[in-house]
């Protein structure tokens, strides 16, 4: 393995328990949530997601906490 990538997942494990410790085990959901950032779609009409959602069943990074409502 790279150093690189072990570099990458030490971070990326470090988040997690940095995240986990910071919101006490707790979260925020997708009706808790409030982003700081307003984002504008470089498209209109009617899209549909293939991959990814707000909750357990439909997000494909889930166990990823900065991820969930990435």
């Given at each position: 393995?790279?150093?690189?990538?072990?570099?990458?997942?030490t971070?990326?494990?470090?988040?997690?328990?940095?995240?986990?410790?910071?919101?006490?085990?707790?979260?925020?959901?997708?009706?808790?949530?409030?982003?700081?950032?307003?984002?504008?779609?470089p498209?209109?009409?009617?899209?549909?997601?293939?991959?990814?959602?707000?909750?357990?069943?439909?997000?494909?990074?889930?166990?990823?906490?900065?991820?969930?409502?990435?």
């Amino acid at each position: 393995m790279k150093l690189r990538f072990l570099w990458q997942q030490t971070q990326q494990i470090a988040g997690l328990i940095y995240a986990t410790i910071r919101y006490n085990d707790k979260l925020p959901d997708k009706d808790t949530y409030v982003g700081s950032v307003e984002y504008s779609l470089p498209f209109s009409g009617k899209w549909v997601v293939a991959n990814g959602g707000v909750d357990v069943e439909t997000s494909h990074s889930w166990d990823i906490y900065p991820q969930r409502y990435a």
